[in-house]
DNA sequence: GCTTAATGTGTTATTATGACGCAATGTACT
DNA sequence: AGTACATTGCGTCATAATAACACATTAAGC
């Protein structure tokens, strides 16, 4: 596949890739799509190049449906990473071996290379993580469990979260996270997931129907230990409307 | 300058490129510094490239250096802008030669670039706009009335006035716009430009100083027509731990 | 049936916000 | 000099949002 972009490195945008944080929520834990290939056993965000003749926003669309196969999911561009040194000496001769790529093709890969990354929030239950080729390893981790990632990418994953928990506080988030139908402790959990903090059960059921974006659902969670939980379902409509004037107007 | 970059083009990251928005505030108007270059009449946000040993902040904050001469001010990336036509048809033959720029060499910039946005706040008090050849006209403008910019310029401005308004209920922003000693009215004036409404004046001040950032200054601002106004000053300390902490805390 | 752990639904005190009133100050005009 | 006027400084009050907490309800498992 990198051989395929090398033989036709006029067509990709030289020196600039995509990286993106996918994010999913599942057994109450916030998790991260994440890639380990075969060379180093290195673990990485799954990336791409970006055709010349692609918005950016289109190529980081194809990243994300290439690896979980989903589409039309909530992908937004956070930040562009730029340190000079941040892929220095990552294609080294070995790999460059190893993948069976020329010097001179090599070239295009071993430059200075500048990445805008992206973060995704998918529906964990719909997601089914697509390796692209056979050796490569494409697995849900735990974040807080991420071992150590190549490059920057853990820089990029710690920003990806940061400005997670900032959109928290502009928008709702949900209903990319969660399945259609799920309880409000089961959204409490992803809220408090995300902040790394415990929320008040009652001030927050308050706080979250007050918004407006809920519709409960005439039935109750099955198979539960202790008392049966509610569903409830997001109200599309009115979740976007709140997703574009935004939450708390501040000012 | 173009030139010499374009001699030297392989020291140059290719196809990327770096805008700055940057933000200033006076007679109660919030300016844009924006760029004419005698060619074609045409406003343009300054940019520049970005050397390929140096990260692309530092580019960026070479850039506003150049433009403006002010160091350590407020610079921020805020988004990067990759449509396949942003610059499609922008350099075109005739501005090549106007340029005296061969077509060989003109490929390194007719070819697809991607932009990385910052904005700046800068004290327009401290800023002298720097025209970097002499044909070129470097100007304040107020935001209400900037004209047509060249390829996305538009944008991109729009973009950067969007982020500084979600930012305002973030962090707080006055220090980077606003002489050291300043007036209560005058910052509210601040907030009442870039987020084009109205604040009650006494709710206003009782926010603001709640913030716990301000110090009162044991002088009145003179030559003033009607009551004089006290004078403020940020305290730096207090300042910087809010703008790191952040405000609005939401959830 | 009793215990346990979770959910659903309150209440209350405190704080933040929005909408005002009114006196104080200094300019401009007669 | 006296008065009108615009603007500042300081305060009030009703309402809304938030934090902290109490208690009843439900279902599983012993």
Redesign the pocket.
Known sequence: MIKSILDNSENYQPGLSIDCVIFGFHDNQLKVLLIKVPHNEQWSLPGGFIPINEDIDTAAVTVLNERTGVEGVFLRQFSTFGKIKRNENHFDNELLEYLNINPEQGKWLTRRFVTIGYYALVDFSKIFPNPINPHEIVEWIDHKEVPNLILDHREILDKALDTLRVELNLMPIGYNLLPEKF???ELQKLYETILDKKL????F???IT?IGILKKLDE?KS????????LYSFDKEKYDEVLKNGLN?GW
């Not at 008040?200 to 001030?203: L, S």
């Not at 198979?223 to 509610?230: E, L, R, S």
């Open positions: 309880t409000i402790p008040d059960r009652r001030n059921l308050r706080k007050n109750k198979n539960v230990a202790h008392k049966a939980p509610n107007q």
